[in-house]
């Protein structure tokens, strides 16, 4: 299996400062039509998770150009700058490249 | 607008069965794949299947092989989700979601105790 490694596991930041979680994965997630399958989620306390990126980098429909998503093969960052109260909750990273599928552990995100 | 909506969760006892549902609107169900995956209290994302749009592949993970099944219904824009030989373990949150996690339900509870 795949594992996600995602750290750090809490953050806790003032607003607007920014952060960066990585997400590291035990084999590369290039598919074989070249694409890199991993994604980031947000799940906000007592909802559903809700994808904010999707192949490493693409933001979704109304996600704010404050979050950012970088890397390649095995290493992936996501960046949100100038953190709002709104985007408290925990941070999954998720691959779909290879079965099973599988998440990061997690990072909580507080706000100070 | 996407929806889905899950259904049929519940208390059981440990080596019960249970059927889960998910009912998809606003898009069209029968060209997508489809998962379930689950989240046990306080715990992160466990994916434990998923279905092809044509029911031609289906995969599980390792924890629920042989014990649950996959499968859905296109002409009622159903997936569905049989548990049997229900664990402790498998106490959870059960959501469906569209291939690439762009979309979820609002997850079903399952309990599984004495």
């Known amino acids: 299996d795949v594992v996600m490694t995602q750290t750090p596991p809490s953050l806790s930041v003032a607003i607007g400062q920014s952060v960066s979680i990585s997400c590291k994965s035990s084999?590369?997630?290039?598919?074989?039509?070249?694409?890199?399958?991993l994604h980031w989620l947000l799940q906000s306390s007592g909802r559903s998770p809700k994808r904010l990126i999707y192949?490493?980098?693409n933001l979704d429909s109304g996600v704010p150009d404050r979050f950012s998503g970088t890397g390649s093969q095995k290493d992936f960052t996501l960046k949100i700058s100038r953190v709002e109260a709104k985007d408290l909750g925990v941070y999954y990273c998720?691959?779909?490249?290879?079965?099973?599928?599988?998440f990061g552990s997690g990072t909580k995100l507080e706000i100070k | 607008e996407v929806q889905l909506v899950e259904s049929g969760g519940g208390l059981v006892k440990p080596g019960s069965s249970l059927k889960l549902s998910c009912v998809a609107s606003?898009?069209?169900?029968?060209?997508?794949?489809m998962h379930w995956i689950r989240q046990a209290p306080k715990k992160g994302l466990e994916w434990i299947a998923l279905?092809?749009?044509?029911?031609?592949?289906?995969y599980y993970a390792d924890s629920v092989k042989g014990r649950f099944t996959i499968s859905r219904d296109n002409s009622k824009n159903t997936l569905y989700l049989e548990m049997n030989s229900l664990r402790s373990e498998d106490t959870a949150m059960y959501y469906c979601?569209?291939?690439?996690?762009?979309?979820w339900g609002q997850g079903v509870m399952v309990t599984v105790s004495s």
């Open positions: 979601a569209t291939p690439y996690f762009d979309y």
């Open positions: 606003g898009f069209t169900f029968s060209s997508y794949g």
């Open positions: 279905i092809y749009y044509d029911s031609s592949n289906k």
């Open positions: 084999q590369s997630l290039v598919y074989s039509d070249g694409k890199t399958y």
């Open positions: 192949q490493v980098s």
């Open positions: 998720a691959q779909t490249t290879h079965f099973p599928l599988t």
